[in-house]
C-alpha cells in the first residue's frame, strides 16, 4: 500500500512558475513507476509527465514538453513536478500517481494509487 500527498499547488500568474511535491508513504517508493495528471473543470483527468521508477527516464504530454520537468527524490520518498512559463491553460487539479513497474506509464488505468490532488490556478 502506498499513501501519496500532493502539495505546492495555488494562484499564480501567467508566464509564473510553481512546483509540486508528492510525498509517498512506505519503504519501497523506489519500486514505483511515478506519473503526474491534471484534471481541469469540466474535462476528463489528463497525462502530464511521468518517471522511471530510478528517474532516468521522463515522458512528457506535448502541451507541457519544455515547460515542466518531472524528476524525483527516492531517498526522501518524494517525485516534484516544476512548472514554469504556466499558462491559464494550465488551471487545473493535479494528481500524482505510482505504479509498480519500472519504466514510465502514460495511461490512467497503469498506475495503481493515486494522491488527493492540489489545485493551481494561473491567472491572466
Known amino acids: 500500500q502506498v499513501q501519496l500527498v500532493e502539495s505546492g499547488g495555488g494562484l499564480v500568474q501567467a508566464g509564473g512558475s510553481l512546483r509540486l511535491s508528492c510525498a509517498a508513504s512506505g519503504r519501497t517508493f523506489s519500486s514505483y513507476a511515478m506519473g503526474w495528471f491534471r484534471q481541469a473543470p469540466g474535462k476528463e483527468r489528463e497525462f502530464v509527465a511521468a518517471i522511471s521508477r530510478g528517474g532516468a527516464t521522463t515522458y512528457y504530454a506535448d502541451s507541457v514538453k519544455g515547460r515542466f520537468t518531472i524528476s524525483r527524490d527516492n531517498a526522501k520518498n518524494t517525485v516534484y513536478l516544476r512548472m514554469n512559463s504556466l499558462k491559464p491553460e494550465d488551471t487545473a487539479v493535479y494528481y500524482c500517481?505510482?505504479?509498480?513497474?519500472?519504466?514510465?506509464?502514460?495511461?490512467?488505468?497503469?498506475?495503481?494509487?493515486w494522491g488527493q490532488g492540489t489545485h493551481v490556478t494561473v491567472s491572466s
Open positions: 500517481a505510482a505504479k509498480l513497474g519500472t519504466y514510465y506509464y502514460t495511461k490512467l488505468p497503469d498506475y495503481d494509487y
